[in-house]
C-alpha cells in the first residue's frame, strides 16, 4: 500500500508492537502527530511537559519492562532537550529509540529555523543514529534502529526525519520484526578455563551489576550462587537480581556500599563480575581493588572486558546464556568458613542510623514494609538515592530504576510516570531530594493531566545533600551554593499542578501518609522535612580503597 512517511512512522511502531510513546509536539514533526491522532487507539501518546520528561519516561517505560521505549520531538530545541535523556540511557544501557523531525531537505545546512544538526550532537550519547532524507528508506531505517536498541547491549538509538520525508509517499509492506540472537564470542577453552577457576576457589565472591538485569538473568544468577556457595553483592544498577532477603547477599559494594560487600571483596580469592563494568564508583583505587584474587568476567560487551580492571578469565557473551551453561556443568562447591567469615562481618557491620528521628532511611525502610517490597522505585541522584538502595529489600529486578552512569538530577519523575505507563499493576513511587525536585517538577502535570497514580516523595532537607556531605567532610564546611532553604513550597507546587499534597515532620506521620497516598490511586506528593546534615554512610573517600569505608561511629572514634 502507499502511504507518507508519516503514516509510515506509525506502522512501524505497531510491527514493533510498541503501545505507549513519550512526547512533545511542534512544527517539523506535525505530520507524525497528525498520523498518531488517526491511531490513538493503538498507540496512546503521552504529552509530557518538557521534552527531557518524555526521554526519561521512554527511559523508566523501558527499563520497568524489558521493552524498547520511544520518544518524540520536534526540530531545534525540542531535539536538544531530548539530549540530557539520551544520555542517561546511553550510561545505562537503555533500549530507547527517539524520532526528532527536521526542516525539510533544501533547508538543510542553512541555519533554518529551528534547525540543528541533532545527530552530530548525540553521536557520542548513541549506540547508533540515523539521518532519513529519503521517504523510501525510512521503514528500513526504523526497523533497523529498534533492532540495535534492543540487542546485545542495549542502548539509544535516534532517528531525524526531514519534514518533507514525512510528507513524501512510496509503498510500504508490513515486516514482523527480528531481533538479532545475542551472540556469544567465548570459546570451549575458555569456558573450561572459567570452571577450574570456580572449582580451585576457597573465597569467592560474586559481583552483579546491570547486565544481568538486562540479560534476564536473576534465575541463574541466584542459582550460580547456590552451587558456587558464595555471598554476592551487587551495583546500584545490578539492584533485585538477588532477593535482598537472600542471606547471601552482602548489599552493594563500592562508594556507598556495605562494609561486608568492601570488605569481602577485598579479602576474596576469585572475584566473578557478572554483567558489570567496574565503574570507578565501585572500585575506588583500582590499583587497590581485590588484590588478593583472581578475577572472572562475564559481559555481553567485549570492549567492557580488561577496561577498568585486568582479569585473569573473561567470557564475551549473554550472561543468562553463559550462566546456563557454567550452572550445568560445575559441581556443587562448599566453602562453609567463608561463608562463616561473610556471616560475622554482616553481624559485625550492619547498615546503622538514627532511629530517634525523622530521617530518610526510616521513610524507605516504611515504604518497603507497607509495600512489602513489590513496588517499582525510581529515584533522583544523591543522598535519597543512596538510600533507597541501602533500605528497601529489591526482591526482584527491573524494580529500581535510577541513573547510575550519568547521575540525572531530574531523572526519577519522569522515569516514575513511563514505568506506570509500562507496569500498571505495579505501585511505582519516586523519591527525590528537594534539589532534584526542582529541575523536573513540572512533570507532576503530565501526572495529573492522565490522572497517572504515582506517588512522588520529596525528602526536603533544604539543601543539596549530597554536595553539602562532601563540603562537610572535605571542604571545611564551605557550604557554597548548597543551600536551598527559600520560599518554594513543594505541597502548593503539586497542588497547582493537580495533584494531592501531604507533608511530613514526625515519624509517626509517615505510614498514614504512605497508605493515604496508596489508597488514592492519583498522583500524590509527599513531603518530608529531614534535617539537613544527615548523612549517607558508609562512605568511601573517591579514589580511595574501597576498604576505607568509614561511618559516623569511625569519624566519632576519629575524632576523639
Not at 523536573?440 to 512522588?456: D, K
Amino acid at each position: 500500500m502507499i502511504l507518507t512517511g508519516a503514516e509510515i512512522v506509525v506502522e512501524c511502531l505497531k510491527e514493533q508492537g510498541v503501545d505507549t510513546v513519550f512526547g512533545y509536539p511542534g512544527g517539523t514533526i506535525l505530520n507524525v502527530y497528525d498520523a498518531l491522532y488517526q491511531h490513538s487507539n493503538e498507540i496512546n501518546h503521552i504529552l509530557t511537559s518538557h521534552e527531557q520528561g518524555a526521554a526519561h519516561a521512554a527511559d523508566g517505560y523501558a527499563r520497568a519492562t524489558g521493552k524498547v521505549g520511544v520518544c518524540l520531538a520536534t526540530s531545534g530545541p525540542g531535539a536538544t532537550n531530548l539530549v540530557t535523556g539520551i544520555a542517561t540511557a546511553y550510561m545505562d544501557s537503555v533500549p530507547m529509540v527517539a524520532i526528532t523531525c527536521n526542516v525539510v531537505l533544501p533547508s538543510l545546512g542553512k541555519d533554518s529555523f529551528q534547525e540543528v544538526d541533532i545527530a552530530g550532537v548525540t553521536m557520542p550519547i548513541t549506540k547508533h543514529n540515523y539521518i532519513v532524507k529519503d521517504v523510501t528508506i525510512l521503514a528500513d531505517t526504523l526497523r533497523r534502529a529498534f533492532a540495535i536498541a534492543g540487542s546485545g547491549r542495549p542502548g539509544p538509538v535516534l532517528v531525524d526525519i526531514t519534514k518533507d520525508v514525512t510528507s513524501n509517499s512510496c509503498a510500504y509492506e508490513r515486516k514482523e520484526p527480528q531481533m538479532p540472537s545475542q551472540l556469544s564470542c567465548y570459546t570451549e577453552e575458555e569456558l573450561q578455563e572459567a570452571l577450574s577457576l570456580l572449582r580451585n576457589a576457597k573465597k569467592p565472591f560474586v559481583y552483579v551489576g546491570g547486565g544481568a538485569v538486562i540479560s534476564g538473568a536473576y534465575k541463574e544468577v541466584r542459582e550460580f550462587a547456590q552451587i558456587m556457595d558464595t555471598p554476592v553483592c551487587d551495583t546500584l544498577m545490578g539492584k533485585g537480581v538477588m532477593d535482598g532477603h537472600d542471606p547471601r547477599y552482602t548489599g552493594m559494594i563500592g562508594m556507598h556500599g556495605t562494609k561486608i560487600s568492601n570488605f569481602g571483596v577485598s579479602e576474596c580469592d576469585v572475584l566473578i563480575a557478572l554483567g558489570a563494568r567496574f565503574s570507578d564508583r565501585v572500585v575506588g583505587n583500582p590499583q587497590k581493588f581485590a588484590q588478593n584474587a583472581k578475577v572472572l568476567q562475564i559481559d555481553i560487551d567485549a570492549a567492557e572486558i580488561n577496561k577498568n580492571i585486568r582479569t585473569d578469565v573473561s567470557l564475551v557473551g549473554d550472561l543468562k546464556e553463559v550462566l546456563n551453561r557454567i550452572n550445568k556443568e560445575l559441581e556443587q562447591q562448599e566453602h562453609t568458613a567463608w561463608m562463616q567469615h561473610i556471616a560475622d562481618l554482616q553481624e559485625k557491620f550492619p547498615l546503622n542510623y538514627d532511629h530517634s528521628a525523622l530521617s530518610c532511611p526510616y521513610i524507605i525502610e516504611e515504604i518497603d514494609r507497607i509495600t512489602g517490597g513489590d513496588a517499582v522505585i525510581t529515584t533522583d541522584v544523591g543522598q535519597h538515592q543512596m538510600w533507597a538502595a541501602q533500605y528497601y529489600k529489591y526482591s526482584m529486578p527491573r524494580t529500581l530504576l535510577t541513573s547510575g552512569g550519568l547521575g540525572t538530577m531530574g531523572y526519577g519523575l519522569g522515569a516514575c510516570l513511563g514505568a506506570k505507563m509500562g507496569r500498571p499493576d505495579k505501585i511505582c513511587i519516586n523519591i527525590a531530594g528537594d534539589g532534584c525536585f526542582r529541575m523536573n517538577m513540572n512533570e507532576l502535570a503530565t501526572a495529573s493531566r492522565y490522572h497517572i497514580p504515582i506517588i512522588q516523595i520529596v525528602i526536603n532537607n533544604h539543601v543539596l545533600g549530597m554536595v553539602r556531605q562532601w563540603q562537610t567532610l572535605f571542604y571545611g564546611k564551605r557550604y557554597s551554593q548548597t543551600v536551598l532553604n527559600d520560599g518554594v513550597d513543594f505541597c502548593k507546587v503539586a497542588e497547582g499542578l493537580g495533584c494531592e499534597a501531604i507533608r511530613v515532620t514526625k515519624m509517626d506521620e509517615v505510614a498514614p501518609a504512605i497508605e493515604k497516598a496508596i489508597a488514592l490511586k492519583g498522583p500524590v506528593l509527599i513531603e518530608c522535612l529531614i534535617p539537613e546534615d544527615d548523612k549517607v554512610f558508609p562512605m568511601v573517600p573517591a579514589g580511595a580503597p574501597i576498604t576505607d569505608a568509614f561511618d559516623a561511629l569511625d569519624l566519632k572514634q576519629k575524632k576523639a
